[in-house]
């Protein structure tokens, strides 16, 4: 059973940073795409950014120069570094994988940005 443990996630004051981290287990295959999305109170889920296996990036055009995603393919791990984070980026943090052909999800990691 694949599962994605996300951490990471937190308070942090406007302008701040932060990185997530997202560890897949449970699978013996080639992780095609990693990513992140995330969910603000009261809105639909959307894409934050995601990478496939390598290194093509892709990112939502609000978090282009602010956001970086990374991933360690011999550790089945994605990482997610937030810079300038604004109260608009406060939402739960989903972390993605996609083994051919299934997706995954993780349980999701709180950002809140706030003073």
């Known amino acids: 059973q694949v599962q994605l443990v996300e951490s990471g996630g937190g308070l942090v004051q406007p302008g701040g940073s932060l990185r997530l981290s997202c560890v897949a287990s449970?699978?013996?295959?080639?992780?095609?795409?990693m990513g992140w999305y995330r969910q603000p109170p009261g809105k639909q889920r959307e894409l934050v950014a995601d990478?496939?296996?390598?290194?093509?990036?892709n990112y939502a055009d609000s978090m282009k120069g602010r956001f970086t995603i990374s991933r360690d393919n011999a550790k089945n791990t994605v990482y997610l570094q937030m810079n300038s984070l604004a109260a608009e980026d406060t939402a739960v943090y989903y972390c993605n994988a996609i083994i051919i052909p299934k997706q995954y999800w993780g349980q999701g990691t709180q950002v809140t940005v706030s003073s």
């Open positions: 449970g699978t013996a295959f080639s992780i095609y795409s």
């Open positions: 990478i496939t296996i390598t290194g093509t990036t």
